[in-house]
């Protein structure tokens, strides 16, 4: 179907875990989570908002560091290396979504032991969670090591140019997928604590702030190696950050 078929596609993405959402929610009148009547409070929209705040600024920081990669990868190796570049994207998406669903998918757990005051199942929570996050970047790490060429087969054909400059670019980037799931599960997590200011700190700063840091600094010094480096370098030290933050809030939250 051509760019059609990307269309159809993507409309699908959002249309089917919408309408099993909607089937799941009429149907389950009687469970504790169902539809009802609204009762309109700008104070809890405006605290949702807040909250929400990691998201925003993930989704917002996608479409700006996306114009700034492919503007230096032009500059670097022109249309070669934004394809290159746009594989690479696409890649992480791909495989990231993995974190990403987990984190959505434990977060409302999180929030009803933390709201109920349980925090030995808190505790109990967080350690599991950590380790599945953990064990599933090793595997991510793993397989894009060992697959890269098959993965980039469904972008370009082998002998191109492009397909030479993404696998030259996934031997630097695969790291990124060894401590991207830690930071956007603990994104999630404390989204889910409801401190929306470190969850959009830990956000900005591994999807935005040090990814245009690296952009502005690393291309001059390496070339094109600075830019496969800039995302592993940037998950490292929000890795760091996140560490910071887990230890220096783990009275407050008890977990």
Request: positive net charge.
């Amino acid at each position: 179907m051509g760019i059609a078929g990307a269309a159809v596609a993507t409309g699908m993405g959002y249309m089917v875990p919408a309408l099993i959402g909607l089937v799941f929610f009429f149907r389950n009148r009687d469970g504790a989570l169902h539809f009802g009547a609204m009762r309109f409070s700008l104070a809890v929209l405006g605290e949702s908002c807040y909250n929400g705040s990691s998201e925003m600024v993930s989704q917002l920081s996608a479409a700006v560091t996306t114009f700034f990669f492919n503007a230096v990868m032009l500059r670097i190796l022109a249309e070669d290396g934004v394809a290159a570049i746009t594989i690479m994207i696409y890649s992480q998406f791909l495989l990231t979504t993995l974190f990403i669903g987990f984190s959505m998918g434990v977060a409302p757990i999180v929030s009803f032991n933390y709201g109920s005051g349980d925090r030995d199942r808190l505790r109990t929570l967080r350690r599991l969670c950590y380790t599945i996050v953990a064990v599933m970047s090793v595997v991510i790490f793993t397989t894009v090591a060992v697959g890269s060429p098959f993965l980039l087969d469904l972008f370009s054909p082998r002998g191109t140019a492009v397909f030479a400059a993404a696998e030259n670019g996934f031997s630097f980037f695969q790291y990124s997928f060894l401590l991207c799931g830690i930071n956007i599960f603990t994104s999630a997590f404390f989204t889910a604590l409801s401190n929306g200011l470190v969850a959009a700190i830990s956000s900005s700063s591994r999807t935005f702030i040090f990814i245009m840091i690296g952009l502005m600094l690393l291309p001059d010094l390496l070339g094109v190696n600075g830019v496969w480096l800039t995302v592993p370098l940037a998950e490292l030290i929000s890795f760091v950050l996140s560490l910071v933050m887990l230890v220096s809030n783990r009275r407050r939250y008890g977990y």
